[in-house]
């Protein structure tokens, strides 16, 4: 079982940055495939960014590329999402997942273990 906590959310305005943490824990938790998506009241949930168990891969949803940034520090098990230049449309529920799988994947359904989430608002 691999358990997350993410952090880092708030109310920003438009143009700024925020930096997500995602801290994981419990068996067999480190190294994994990890993937940050977020779900807009009334949406689907969407893949934001994903990046390998050793860091040396990552991926990013055009909506958010060249403005998200997401990293990890596998001696803290812990991935960040920095997202900057927001957008009021960035605002969503934003979450971490963990696969089992080593290969890095975009759908939520490919994605084992989930966060809590953290709500992250921009203002306009």
């Known amino acids: 079982q691999v358990h997350m906590v993410e952090s880092g959310g708030g109310l920003v305005q438009a143009g700024g940055s925020l930096r997500l943490s995602c801290a994981a824990s419990g068996r067999n938790s480190g190294n994994r495939v990890m993937g940050w998506f977020r779900q807009a009241p009334g949406k689907e949930r969407e893949f934001v960014a994903g990046?390998?168990?050793?860091?040396?891969?990552?991926v990013y949803a055009d909506s958010v590329k060249g403005r998200f940034t997401t990293s990890r520090d596998n001696a803290k098990n812990t991935v960040y999402l920095q997202m900057n230049s927001l957008k009021p449309e960035d605002t969503a529920t934003y979450y971490c997942a963990a696969r089992i799988g080593a290969l890095l994947r975009t759908a939520a359904r490919e994605y084992d273990y989930w966060g809590q989430g953290t709500q992250v608002t921009v203002s306009s």
């Open positions: 990046i390998s168990g050793g860091g040396g891969s990552t």
